[in-house]
């Protein structure tokens, strides 16, 4: 995949920009609070996600605009393809996205077909960081291979939701019948069976990509291990009956947590408290890994990421790293290039110095929202 131009006029600072990419390497850099990362996050957008910054709808509008409009035209293999999207102040909630020139009724919708994978600063911590990061990560790749995993979700978070809420309002009351729970019990445990059993699936390619790419990083000195962590099942080997088997194992589970559920007013189990368990040399990284081997072992995740993109869908993504490079060692540096030779790339910086490495290739000067 590869974009051939962007625009951005109004979206956050940015301004009049217009631009041809390069089809390998494009640098932007510029001082601090210049409107670098807003250009990745834009680009980011086309994509169909939700903004990695958490960016709500209402703040993609410049302060003193009263639109804001973004484009990409890029080709994958097949063919070249345009997206565009804007939105006026006065009517937030009604964007105007193309694919195409065909109208799509929300920016969601653009979901699986211009593909990228972006890499950020935070996303070094994925593996020192809090649980919710590892299921991001997990649901973003495989929601980007297989793109029906989000209405899984989006029908377990709402599942979920109402079974909160009859929780909270059970813990309230003496005595409350947890028969109550039954019908909630059922279907969360059918989108929940399904859910984890994809997961558990996608965590062992998962693990096989991390466990090559963390041993070159190392020089095979050191062996990198992921698993999936279910708060439901004791093991998922195996297992593929998500509709019966599994669903009713995932009933068992929250029928002997309905105590504790009650008490707490909100769901203990499930996906949603579920994790990837990262081990180097057996020891949780978490506790005991050294920020050097955190870093390495997200690093090596966000590379199997787009590996796994490449190889299942033969489409290779474009890869927007957004100040990373500043924040790793020569070695890694050069490891993340080397690991990215075949893919379309939007580095940024702040100091054009630190990439001169990579001289073939465009470079791109953003100052006050322009590049000039
Ligand atoms: N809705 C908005 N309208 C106008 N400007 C905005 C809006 N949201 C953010 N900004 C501005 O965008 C600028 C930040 O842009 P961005 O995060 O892209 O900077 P950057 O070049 O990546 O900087 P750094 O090198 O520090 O990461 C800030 O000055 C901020 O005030
Ligand atoms: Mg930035």
Excluded at 14 to 41: F, R, S, W, Y
Excluded at 120 to 134: A, H, I, V
Excluded at 205 to 232: C, H, M, P, V
Aim: with cysteine; glycine share 6%.
């Amino acid at each position: 995949m590869i974009i051939r131009s962007v625009s951005a006029d109004g979206y956050k600072n940015l301004e009049n920009i217009n631009i041809d990419l390069d089809p390998k390497m494009n640098i932007v850099c510029g001082e601090n609070a210049q409107g670098k990362t807003n250009l990745i996050e834009a680009v980011w957008l086309c994509s169909g996600c939700r903004s990695f910054r958490g960016t709500r709808d209402k703040d993609f509008i410049g302060f003193e605009k009263d639109s804001a409009s973004v484009g990409i035209v890029f080709s994958n293999s097949e063919r070249d393809q345009e997206i565009n999207f804007s939105v006026k102040k006065s009517f937030i909630k009604d964007k105007l996205v193309t694919l195409n020139g065909v109208k799509l009724p929300l920016l969601s919708k653009l979901f699986g077909n211009f593909r990228c994978v972006v890499f950020t600063p935070e996303d070094l911590e994925l593996t020192k960081g809090s649980p919710d990061n590892r299921r991001s990560f997990l649901d973003l790749s495989i929601a980007q291979i297989k793109p029906s995993y989000i209405n899984a979700l989006n029908k377990y978070n709402s599942i979920l939701m109402h079974r909160n809420a009859l929780l909270k309002s059970m813990s309230k009351v003496k005595g409350s019948n947890p028969a109550y729970l039954d019908v909630w019990n059922e279907q969360i445990a059918e989108a929940g069976a399904y859910i984890s059993v994809l997961r558990y699936t996608f965590c062992i390619i998962l693990n096989n990509y991390t466990n090559r790419l963390y041993n070159s990083i190392t020089d095979g000195n050191e062996n990198l291990k992921l698993n999936y962590q279910s708060t439901i099942y004791d093991d998922l080997e195996g297992e593929r009956d998500f509709k019966n088997k599994l669903s009713k194992m995932y009933i068992k589970k929250l029928e002997e947590a309905t105590e504790v559920d009650i008490r707490s007013g909100f769901t203990n189990y499930g996906i949603h408290r579920d994790d990837i368990g990262t081990f180097i040399n057996g020891l949780p990284i978490r506790e005991f890994g050294s920020q050097g081997q955190a870093r390495s072992a997200a690093l090596s995740m966000k590379l199997a990421h787009a590996e796994i993109i490449k190889k299942e869908l033969g489409e290779t993504p474009v890869m927007l790293l957004d100040d990373v490079l500043s924040e790793l060692d020569s070695k890694r540096k050069k490891f993340i290039l080397n690991n990215i030779e075949d893919m379309q790339v939007i580095i940024t910086c702040c100091d054009s110095r630190s990439v001169t490495d990579m001289t073939n290739g465009k470079v791109f000067e953003m100052k006050n929202g322009r590049i000039v």
